[in-house]
């Protein structure tokens, strides 16, 4: 495997609301949570992560577990959601939502990123990323990679778990 990208953990205020760009805070137990994550992933060479704190946090403990170096890359933070940011879901205008999912790449009823333009931003990261690294980041970014690296349409509907591991194997 190329790289490995972790999913942050389950943020505090996440539930139910649209937190694309909404910095928020990993939580209580980072510290328990990150060994017991850490003690199933191979050592990386680096660790590379978006600048959210629900990663960055992560990032910075498991780059302690392994007494690795710890950088940020702000290409792998989560898409700009706009005017949803922070929302709940179930506020989120409903004929918005129609259209995104009408046109999932290129539509952008709430004003911030389209998909193509996270995917755009994603193979440009992943151009840049050293091999052996372990990115913390976030759902969008792993599904953008998946499709960038190989996995197609499909990679947009693969669910990705609270600090759940996937890796990617660049071409």
């Known amino acids: 495997m190329d790289l490995i990208l972790l999913r942050h953990l389950a943020p505090v205020g996440g539930e139910g609301r649209c937190y694309g760009r909404t910095d928020l805070d990993p939580g209580a137990g980072l510290g328990a949570r990150a060994a017991r994550l850490a003690a199933g992933l191979p050592r990386p060479t680096c660790i590379v992560t978006s600048p959210l704190r629900r ?3 992560l990032a910075v403990r498991l780059g302690g577990q392994f007494r690795v170096p710890v950088m940020v890359d702000r290409g792998w933070t989560e898409i700009d959601f706009g005017a949803w940011e922070g929302k709940p879901w179930d506020l989120v205008p409903r004929d918005e939502l129609d259209a995104w999912a009408a046109d999932l790449l290129r ?21 840049r990323t050293a091999p052996g690294s372990l990115v913390v980041t976030h759902a969008g970014a792993i599904r953008a990679a998946l499709v960038a690296t190989g996995a197609g349409p499909a990679g947009w509907e693969r669910r990705i778990g609270f600090g759940e591991a996937v890796p990617v194997r660049r071409g």
């Open 55 to 57: 990663c960055r946090s």
């Open 107 to 127: 539509a952008r009823p709430h004003g911030g990123e389209s998909v193509a333009m996270l995917l755009a931003r994603i193979r440009r990261t992943l151009a």
